[in-house]
């Protein structure tokens, strides 16, 4: 995807102190662009019969990329998260000084011998030392990718005026995939954090009617991050209070539906975001030891277990689920002499994997 200039950046950066988002971003055609890239090759990782005996699909963000190489070490090696024939992952960056500067989604690619798409979600104002500053969200297969495109949704925050100070919004990427004789349509997509279920549902009914325009008459798996906080991030009262009352705040993450209605529209569409989602165990389990896909770190040095990663299929049968944890101390499968094996800080990224596999019905 073409660079833009850091001189355009200061230019279109400007503009967002008097125009909208969407005012610029139509300035800026990487928004609606996809990258492609075709590096699939046979693997052990994959399904061996995938149109007979299913496939397995992940959902994972990838915080940046950041951990570029001990996140490659972890797909490479973990055997929970076997076979990933998808995975739709947010938080990818490309050219950012955070990340090394690299195209994370086509190194991880090329890496695990994958095709990919990716969609920009943003672009970075904040350090003008990146060379790019792009960061999305992608889909990584095994399959021939047959189309593509990048889907924008309604703004419920201005990230220019936010701390991380962006062009750019929420997005869904839209991918029709070859399975043997069959198709199925997959969508990556990443909810808005700074809003609350109000928000996140205007956004989600608008990727499900674009999904029933581009994906009628065949299977769909849709996943990512759907930032399901059950609070509105904006409010910082609202984390204080339910982070010091945990026990109210795992009866929400148990109930997540009653406060996320994207939930229940996804389900009247169709998707069973239940089957395929690792759900928290039983009421018996304390709240420390449940496993949620995100940890949201607090000022006092705990952590916040919440439920914000989903596999969602339609017209497919989920066989299991689960949450794979992505702490370095759970990693110890990892190879003497890999990057991973030598990893010194607590976590890859902040959300843990979501995988399970899926038959065609």
Known sequence: MKPVTLSERRKFGNLLKTETQETVMAMIPQFSETETGAFSKPSIFFSPDPENSGFGAMVFN???????????????????????????????DDGCVRSGGKMVAREIAEALGMNYVYGLEFIELANEDDPKGFHGNAIFTCFPVLWSETFRLPEENNWYFDRQTRIGGRCAIFARLKIGSRELGVVSMHL?????????????????????????????????????????????PAIEFLSAHPDLLRDQMARVEDYEPCLKDAG?????????????????????????????????????????????????????????????????????????????KSELSDHNAVWAHFRFQ
């Open 192 to 236: 808005e954090n700074r809003t609350d279920g109000a928000g996140r549902r205007r956004q989600l009914d608008a990727i499900l009617r674009e999904a029933g325009r581009v994906f009628s008459g065949i299977p769909v798996l849709m996943g990512g991050d759907l930032n399901t906080n059950t609070f509105d991030g904006r409010s910082v």
């Open 268 to 344: 009247k569409a169709g998707f069973d975001w239940r089957s395929a989602s690792s759900v928290f165990e039983k009421e018996s389990v304390p709240y420390a030891d449940t496993k949620g896909t995100r940890r949201k770190k607090l000022p006092d040095g705990t952590d916040m277990l919440l439920r914000l990663d989903w596999l969602l299929p339609k017209d497919l049968t989920a066989d299991s689920g689960r949450t794979i944890s992505t702490l370095t101390k759970d990693c110890g499968f990892a190879p003497d002499g890999s990057a991973l094996a030598h990893f010194e």
């Open 62 to 92: 990838i915080e940046r990329g950041v951990n570029l190489r001990e996140t490659i070490d972890f797909l490479n090696y973990s055997e929970e998260i076997r076979p990933f024939d998808i995975i739709l992952a947010n938080e990818l």
